[in-house]
């Protein structure tokens, strides 16, 4: 049987760092010398026949001689439903939500319907206490391209109890709307051909940096802290999402209805801290918390803690309860209808993804590990879990009163199959 060399921070199994397109699964000083394949199947479905997704995912990693990693991975997202477009008031005044109406292609008797293709692959050199990955990827859909490229150095010190993480990630968007007032500012073109019109090519770029760091507190426990800055630039806004002005006189009478309209940058830092701690008495259960705060100049502070159990039960089985608890402030630019006339704003949205709410959701996991199946296979892993979330406004913290027209929900459930040859 093949062995890795591993360090106290990859034995007390805690996930990687994640930045934005960015694949981690090495720590520094760890060389994986087995090929390993994944596949994973998962299906999220929103309440009220909204947003479904299928969702495949496979990935594959090699060594390349004795310092060196190569993995890639690639999904494919089958996407089918309703979307919230826009929020409007009816007869009695009160806000609600108006959902896409879209016609149905002819493989898909859905209003929105869509499929992302993604491939993702890097390169990972190890030193004898540090590991550097460099990587990049494509991913693409109907209307949106993006082109991404990664970089993470990982370096141990102090008798490999302490490592240090720097990370960064950029990415080159290109949204291609298909409906013909989407405010991007080089304006509308049609297709001579066929006569369709649409908004012109936007574009978008993203970066963000991560400096972090681990260390092991004892051989049971291990703290985590990292530090993130993002900027996003260029087209930001939904062109599929709609503002309605209401009269200031009559405010049951729409004065303008205008495309969503965001600022054109955005910056936010964040913050996440990560403790484990191994109980060896309970049959080496570990008990993961996770804390993150997040600002940005949209003017949304949000603050999520999430909770989960790692509790092995014999003959490699596994089972893990989740738990995890997200609040955030509205956008500075955010309204669930508007008043008085669209000149008189410089950026306006009613998506309810930037409105002030909370969300509580929970989950299960349970995982079987074989290690005696065929020479050829050193190891198989088969994972299944299932997770319930619930958004909802008056679960903001400091309560929300703006209604629970938005509220929704959804379930996802998964499940995966991991080779180790």
Known sequence: ????????????????????????????????????????????????????????????????????????????????????????????????????????????????????????????????????????????????????????????????????????????DVVEPSVPNAACSQGIVTNKETGDVRAATCHKTSQQYLLGVSQVLDKNSLLQLNMTYSNSAGYLS??????????????????????????????????????????????????????????????????TTELSWHQPIGAGWQVIPRFRYYSQDSADFYAPVFSGKSKSYDAYSSDYRLAGFGAISGGLKIAKTFTELHKSIEQMKLQAGVEYYDHSASYQLGGNNSGSFADFSYYLVNASVSVKF
């Open 238 to 303: 939904d062109p599929y999402k709609q503002v309605y002005f209401y009269d200031l006189v009559n405010p049951l009478r729409i004065s303008d209805i205008q495309a969503d309209k965001r600022p054109r940058q955005k910056n936010q830092l964040a913050w996440l801290a990560q403790y484990v701690h191994n109980f060896e008495g309970l049959n080496n259960a570990a008990l993961h918390a996770d804390y993150r705060f997040a600002t940005d100049d949209w003017g949304i502070n949000s603050h």
């Open 1 to 172: 049987m093949k062995k890795n060399k591993t360090n106290a921070l990859a034995k007390l199994n805690l996930a990687a760092l994640a930045l934005t397109g960015v694949m981690q699964d090495a720590n520094a000083g760890r060389v994986e010398e087995s090929y390993n394949g994944d596949f994973q199947y998962g299906h999220y479905a929103e309440s009220g026949n909204r947003m479904s997704v299928d969702i495949f995912d496979m990935a594959v990693s090699a060594p390349i001689g004795k310092s060196m990693t190569f993995a890639a991975s690639a999904v494919r997202d089958v996407i089918s439903g309703a979307s919230p477009k826009y929020n409007k008031k009816d007869s009695k005044g009160n806000i609600v939500q108006a959902m896409s109406s879209a016609s149905p292609t002819n493989w898909c008797h859905q209003s929105i319907c869509d499929q992302r293709d993604g491939v993702n692959s890097g390169l990972t050199y190890f030193f004898d206490n540090a590991a550097l990955n460099l990587g990049g990827g494509f991913s693409q859909e109907q209307d949106y391209t993006s082109r991404f490229a990664n970089s993470n150095l990982s370096w141990d010190f102090n008798k490999k109890l302490t490592t240090l993480n720097l990370g960064g990630s950029v990415a080159f």
